[in-house]
DNA sequence: TACCTTTGCTGACACGTGTTAGCAAGGTCC
DNA sequence: GGACCTTGCTAACACGTGTCAGCAAAGGTA
């Protein structure tokens, strides 16, 4: 469209004095796109709770969307709240695509979405499924994690799983660890593991759990949130953090820094799992022919005091 | 409307068979209504991520939005970005409500928009100037945290504040704080006061200022996070926590539980802050004559070990 | 002068819904 | 039987913008 620069100074200034704001709403009814992209929590109220990370990857998320023009819808739906409501988001013409945090393989809604190509993008995994996702390498994560753990020179491990297996998170960063041992001389199939569920709480309960069963130098918590009740737990039996247990963590939370002792952990890239996750979800709604990426986030081991590897002299 | 069951059964039959859903679009269209509430936060990411309340802050809006027919956008907006992007959320209507997490008094953006009369609702208190808003009693909080360390016989006492006095809440936790102390027979203003910056390691620095100054007995310390570090660097000093030094938070974020010791502080209802601020937003919304009003929400004092009241002997 | 192109602006239309006036059919009352 | 009401449905309009055809004026070419 061609405007003369005359005439485009005074509809400025006129729009100006009258106060004018063009209306988002107008605009979008007629543009048919709404601009908005609804970030979408699966886990019940209980459990977002107890994930520190949400907060970094909400802000990633948001930075992504606003860089390239979109905001963000905060839709917090619990699968049992259900009843479509995820699916009216697109269909009411909500939002224009969904990020979906804490993915289930029973959730239903969502995979008949994904399976109607449905502009979603998972922040994590759902095996078997072909969908556009962001994550990190759960598996390979954890199995450094164990390779730590066995080059300071520690040989009974233990695993507490963060949470069930049905979460493929936990599955991956289990058989990760595992992994890891495998290759050292350890036997993967004397491994004690006890599972917990999310919170701190439930985590102090699966260290006692460990702690009655075996006499163990190391423990493996894949979140560092569970790990926090699982290290106050080994401290409430008598054990030292690291001198007597050496307990290595997942995510590096914020405060897992400040622990005390300071928690050895793996970095999840939070900020820019949602920053990612923004971005493929844009993409798969301007790209006439969208395909299905999946985007796979770098993670690093922090090395602090809870292993023990600062203190500990080295295996002979 | 007058509608017969015949006619209402075949239309809802057709509708399903069309697949047909409202477009949410068109209808705020014509409606004038979105619908929507933004949750603004002035602070800087970086500060943002610090602050460990605000995951339920923002469930308890979504909720309390969701049960009034209501969505969230989610709008971290930084007074640096600012150059009117509240403004427009408002004037485009993008949004018919605001609530502002982190309100500055410097902060000329939304002191327009408030003066102008616009939908606001303050997460927080913004003295001198008449507003809607929803906080808790900081002032009378922090005194009784005061009253609790002198209980237990703690008569040498500092302060962290957890921000600078800019911050109203900062300002009325120091006030309440050394008001708890007037009525003991302590002199408020021999009273050692450092300062510190939202993050854990400002609190650190501020913990590690008083032990150089001063024999303390007891700290309190106007925020759980900033606390983390004021405990770790604590430590570092060799003293231990709560025999040597007593220390008192403030907020209860959800991992003060799960320290070690567990941290004595002051319950802030964050959940019931973001309903409350959701129900206060849409009430300003909906009514006619929408008149301002302070939704004030109670704290409690909740003793752990930090503080030595369980382990400490009564005073003499 | 006749014709064509370029520039710059105007007006009509469409997006999908909520609202409301209007209308036909049937019933009630005196 | 006529006036009036009730019930149940239909159709027109408005919300505020983006798009695009159309048109007048100016400029260029033969």
Redesign the pocket.
Known sequence: ????????I?VLEAARQLD????????R????KTGLLAYVERQPTQQAFADATTPQVLRGLHDAAVAAGYEVLFAPIPIEDGNGRVERLIA??HVDGIIVSGPRTDDDEIRRMIEAGAPIVLQGTWPGLTVTSVDIDNFTSAKIAAEHLVSIGYRRIGIIAHASMAYSAAQARHDGFLRGLADSDADPSTVPVAVAGFSPDSGAQAMEALLRQDELEAVFVSSDTVAIGAMRAARDAGRRIPQDLAVVGFDDIPIAVHLDPALTTVRLPAYGIGWGAAELTIRLVQDDQPRKSQLVLDTELIVRESCGALTRPPPD
Chains 1, 2 share one sequence.
Do not use: F, N, Q, W
């Open positions: 469209m061609r405007i003369s620069e005359e005439t485009r005074k004018y704001h063009p209306d988002i709403t107008a605009r009814l007629v543009t048919g009411g013409r």
